[in-house]
């Protein structure tokens, strides 16, 4: 919407991101820098996150060539590549050009096979999968607890389910969580203990969520946390609809003793007085252990081109100028971002404690499917864990019943190797 | 304005002594109606027949297209949740026109006096129906949460603990109509006002008594108005998207998804436009059988009105 | 009437003052959630989440500046001209075929009344990759024409069904007056039927506009940068990765809907003055 666009003659390159708390500054960085030095115009567009799918495949099927760079989220890499919206960058016009500064080895691996190589198989990762974008935002659900009301945060689920009865009174609940069904709500929540538990959602190799999704570790872990709404009573039961938004409130206003959140997404927030009610009392621990292993929820962005960018080149000059140097570490001090870098040299720049934690997590992050069917699974099994929160299912059911309609959505899918 | 209730005019030019005037004019009526038909037409044409076609495919947004006949169609109507939503839909839509509609009429009867001041309070009752629904249902939203709203804490106020509004399955269901009714009733009102004018001097002059005179005067002329806002209500509740999106997210589960929020998931958030398509299909389908009904039932209750209003007058 | 008020009819009106209570009442009820919206927008962001809810706070004028500051007024700008186009043009041809159809026994006018309901009654996800596509087909992608032209469909037919009635209302006798003075059909329509019908013009307009301005799913769609719609930017602006930004999204509804007040009170006494619905069937 800003001028930039309306002269063509100049070269402009447009962006499409989600309303992300970087975003501000990466376009501020772009007017400063990337533009007087390259004499490439930047107009950069954010749009609301949960619309951004649908608004890039909307412009696939209409065959645009509006935007140059799209940036997108780990689990719409599978649909992106399947439309056709990506392209590919590990080629001899780009990450295989000799002169170019962006080095895929100069990137955490756990990020990398996760974010912009597909298809990618979390069980076996491989470091030479088809690259489609380079990093953009990274971010883990870490634990965020009071530390004026405990000595440290709880380590493993146990412990937290414990620290949470104790903590909770009258005026406060001991956790809190984003119960929704919409989006990645309450799954976010689940996911950290099932596969802690050693559960797992599927087996990416044959397709398979029955008897996988619906083990008994999974039903185990299930319970554990539907127990702690409406049998400890420690989680506030209007959470079964809550969003991401009433998850850190609760936190921000003094009513929740502890829950999990991105880091380093949300930056200082619970430092900064104008939204917080809680200003220095909030620490920043790595996603709770489970009986078996510690996983941490990614989320994390990709950045990549458009195959119908008509200024690829250009467009390409920009994730090399976002990649660089003084780019990154500009992104890494500017505190509102709440950014880490994913180049392993530039670790050591993230200093404040919510950057830190996400470094903590890195060896414990874990992803749920990227396949172009994965809004249809989510959906399914959102829909199954909301009634078992909630207590309308009994967890078993619920996941005996998810994994059975997930099962039909594998089963047809092209990319079922059964179907090959 | 006519002043006679009875002087409803014929709807037949030919039967009318104008009739020689019908004749000259014909083809009139026609270049007027003709443009917007044909803009309409041409307007509606392709998107309709495309969307027919996404639900014969196995249709997703920047993937594959393959024709899949009536497969969609065939999956839907033996899926059960599928009729689960239907039966929900319904239920929001009579519960929610039904309470629009008495309230509606309630509204208009006591805002229809003509008091200094009255005016203000009229247009204050119309803004809800101005907002986007979009905001309104994220406002409602966060008044009905069940932790911090505005409506929880009346609640608890008045000694009912902290209902869980947009939680427990009946209140869910409840908050949902609730939404649409403070938006919608000034919808109605509006129309119930506009009818109740025309009879304002008949009614206020009769010397009956007020239910007499509400059931023999009032009510006839408020037939039409009523089943309009009926009409429209119903198309539009029955298509109820924002409100059951933001507000419950269709939970719990997906115990309060309605039929357009489901085309929304399905063809918009997990791109199988070709099933929301069909989706889709089925809610013209089933809002069209409604709307004939209503209509057939306007047509009936627009003769017996006219009657009423005839044996109204005579009194 | 004589200038004095008979004995009976001062009592009368003292007893129609107990109508206040109740209007009272009913305008409490529904102004209550439109003072909570409208106080969010004076609220600091900290306080939204408070409970026991914060009644009364130190109001700020930052959310305000927030929404003056962002894209949002480009995007108000552009609504308020596709609802006002979308007013004009669908209330233009309403009309027209509303008098159309009020003055002349088509064979099949049920039919066509129905069909033009109708074309309310489709669901916008059947129609957002069609329209997508026709738009496209025009290069109208992302324009105003475009929005125009699919929001009068929608607006076309409430119009039409709500103008029908108030033609029907006109006497004959009065048209054909008109005509034994020498008026044309056009003529008596427009000096004599329009005239008539001002009332119901005016509520089409109100309703024509609340819808386009309102409206989300077509307008996601079909807008993506120059013509990008009010709602669109509400969820782009004040729907972020934080949650929602509520002092944003009040302040942002309440600069929307002001022109619509200023507008339904500018038409207030033309508000279905007069219509009593006459033929429908």
Same mark, same amino acid.
């Given at each position: 919407m800003r001028p930039g666009h309306f002269v063509k003659a100049q070269a402009t390159l447009n962006v499409l991101a989600p309303q992300w708390p970087q975003g501000p500054k990466e376009q501020a960085l772009a007017a400063e820098t990337f533009t007087p030095e390259s004499g490439i115009a930047v107009n950069f567009e954010a749009v609301n996150y949960a619309t951004l799918e649908q608004r890039v495949k909307l412009l696939v099927e209409g065959q645009s060539?509006?935007?140059d760079i799209y940036d997108y989220d780990s689990q719409w890499l599978g649909g992106f590549v399947a439309a056709g919206?990506?392209?590919?960058?590990?080629t001899d016009q780009f990450?295989?050009?000799? +002169?170019?500064?962006?080095?895929?080895?100069?990137?955490f691996p756990e990020i990398t096979s996760r974010l912009?190589?597909?298809?990618?198989n979390e069980a076996a990762p491989s470091e030479d999968a088809p690259v489609y974008g380079v990093p953009w935002s990274l971010n883990a659900e870490a634990l965020w607890w009071r530390n004026d009301l405990m000595d440290a945060a709880p380590a493993t689920w146990e412990e937290l389910r414990a620290k949470a009865q104790e903590l909770t009174n009258d005026s406060m609940f001991g956790y809190a969580v984003?119960?929704?069904?919409?989006?990645?709500w309450i799954i976010s929540e689940t996911n950290p203990i099932m596969w802690g538990n050693?559960?797992?959602?599927?087996d990416q190799a044959t397709y398979t969520a029955q008897g996988i999704l619906n083990s008994d570790s999974n039903k185990d872990s299930l319970q554990f946390f539907v127990d702690m709404n409406l049998?400890?009573? #420690?989680? +506030?039961?209007?959470?079964?609809?809550?969003t991401i938004n009433e998850r850190l409130g609760a936190l921000l206003t003094g009513k929740a003793a502890m829950c999990l959140n991105w880091a380093p997404l949300f930056g200082g927030v619970a430092d900064d007085p104008n939204q917080s009610q809680?200003?220095?009392?909030i620490g920043y621990a790595p996603s709770p252990a489970g009986s078996v292993t510690t996983a941490a929820m990614i989320g994390c962005q990709g950045t990549g081109l458009n195959t119908?960018?008509?200024?690829k080149d250009a467009a390409w000059q920009y994730l090399e100028w976002w990649q660089s140097d003084e780019t990154q570490t500009a992104m890494i001090e500017d505190?509102?971002?709440?950014f880490v870098s994913a180049r392993t040299d530039l670790? #050591?720049?993230?200093?404040n404690p919510w950057q830190t934690v996400f470094f903590e997590m890195l060896p414990s992050l874990r992803d749920m499917w990227n396949i172009p069917e994965y809004a249809q699974l989510l959906q399914i099994l959102q829909t199954e864990l909301n009634l078992a929160y909630v207590g309308q299912k009994p967890p078993a059911d619920a996941l005996d019943d998810a994994a059975l309609a997930q099962q039909v959505v594998l089963d047809g899918s092209p990319d079922n190797p059964a179907n090959a | 304005m006519s002043s006679s209730a009875g002087s409803f005019p014929p709807d037949n030019p030919q039967s @009318?002594?104008? @009739?020689?005037y019908a004749g000259q004019l014909r083809a009139f009526p026609w270049l007027l109606v003709a443009p917007t038909v044909i803009l309409l037409i041409a307007l509606t044409i392709f998107p309709l027949i495309y969307s027919l076609y996404m639900s014969l495919h196995n249709f997703t947004l920047g993937g594959a297209k393959t024709w899949i006949g009536l497969d969609n169609y065939r999956d839907l109507l033996s899926d059960r949740s599928f009729w689960r939503k239907t039966w929900f839909t319904l239920q929001i839509t009579i519960f929610a026109v039904a309470i629009e509609l008495v309230l509606g009429l309630l509204c208009a009867l006591v805002l229809n006096?003509?008091?200094?001041?009255l005016g203000l309070l009229r247009m204050i009752v119309y803004i809800p129906m101005m907002l986007s629904p979009l905001v309104v249902a994220y406002f409602w939203r966060i008044m009905l949460d069940? @932790? *911090?709203g505005v409506f929880t804490w009346f609640a608890q106020e008045l000694? *009912?603990?902290?209902?869980?509004w947009t939680v427990d399955l009946t209140l869910a269901k409840a908050s949902i109509v609730a939404t649409d009714v403070w938006q919608w009733t000034p919808f109605v009102t509006l129309l119930m006002l506009a009818g109740l004018q025309a009879v304002h001097e008949a009614a206020e002059l009769d010397k009956g008594t007020r239910w007499m005179t509400f059931r023999s005067i009032t009510l006839p002329y408020l037939m039409t108005p009523i089943l309009i806002a009926v009409l429209f209500r119903t198309i539009d509740t029955f298509k109820l998207f924002e409100a059951v999106y933001i507000i419950t997210q269709g939970g719990p589960g997906d115990l309060t998804e309605t039929l357009s929020l489901m085309a929304y998931t399905v063809g918009f958030e997990q791109s199988r436009i070709g099933m929301g398509a069909a989706i889709s299909w089925f809610v013209v389908v089933v809002i069209n059988v409604l709307a004939t009904l209503l209509i057939m039932l306007m047509a009936r209750s627009r003769r017996e009105s006219v009657m009423m209003a005839e044996v109204g007058d005579d009194e | 009437m004589s200038a004095a008020i008979p004995a009976n009819q001062v009592k009368h009106r003292g007893r129609r003052f107990v109508w206040y209570l109740p209007a009272i009442l009913i305008t409490a009820v529904f102004a209550f959630p439109l003072y909570w919206i409208g106080s969010m927008a004076f609220?600091?962001?900290?306080? %939204?989440?408070?409970y026991p809810p914060s009644f009364r706070f130190s109001p700020t004028l930052d959310n305000f500046r927030q929404v003056f500051d962002s894209t949002y007024p480009d995007a108000m700008r552009n609504s308020l001209i596709i609802a006002v186009g979308t007013a004009v043009f669908s209330v233009f041809c309403a009309t027209l075929t509303a008098y159309g159809l009020s003055r002349h026994n088509f064979r099949r006018k049920d039919n066509l009344l129905f069909w033009i309901l109708s074309l309310?009654?489709?669901?916008a996800v059947a129609v957002i990759v069609p329209y997508s596509r026709m738009v496209r087909w025009f290069d109208l992608q992302d324009t105003y024409a475009a929005m125009i032209l699919v929001y009068s469909i929608f607006n076309i037919s409430f119009s039409v069904w709500l103008l029908k009635g108030f033609f029907d209302e006109i006497p004959k006798e009065m048209e054909e007056a008109a005509r034994i003075d020498g008026y044309g059909p056009w003529k008596v329509f427009t000096d004599v039927a329009v005239p008539l019908v001002i009332p119901g013009i005016a509520t089409a307009l109100v309703f024509s506009i609340i819808f386009s301005i309102n409206e989300f799913l077509l307008a996601f769609v079909l807008?993506?940068?120059?013509? %990008?719609?009010a709602p669109v930017a509400l969820t782009n602006v004040f729907i972020t990765t934080f949650g929602v930004n509520w002092g944003g999204l009040s302040a942002a509804a309440m600069v929307l809907v002001a022109p619509v007040i200023v507008f339904a009170v500018l038409v207030r006494n033309h508000l279905l003055r007069g219509m009593s619905f006459g033929q429908l069937d």
């Open positions: 060539a509006d935007y919206a990506l392209e590919r960058l590990d990450l295989g050009n000799p +002169d170019t500064t962006i080095q895929m080895d100069s990137f912009v190589r597909y298809p990618n984003q119960g929704g069904r919409d989006a990645d050693g559960g797992e959602l599927w049998v400890d009573g #420690s989680i +506030d039961p209007a959470s079964a609809n809550w809680v200003v220095g009392q119908l960018s008509e200024q505190i509102p971002s709440g670790q #050591s720049l993230a200093t | @009318s002594p104008e @009739s020689r006096k003509r008091l200094r001041g069940g @932790s *911090f000694g *009912f603990g902290k209902p869980q | 609220k600091p962001a900290r306080i %939204v989440q408070n309310r009654m489709l669901p807008t993506q940068r120059e013509a %990008v719609t």
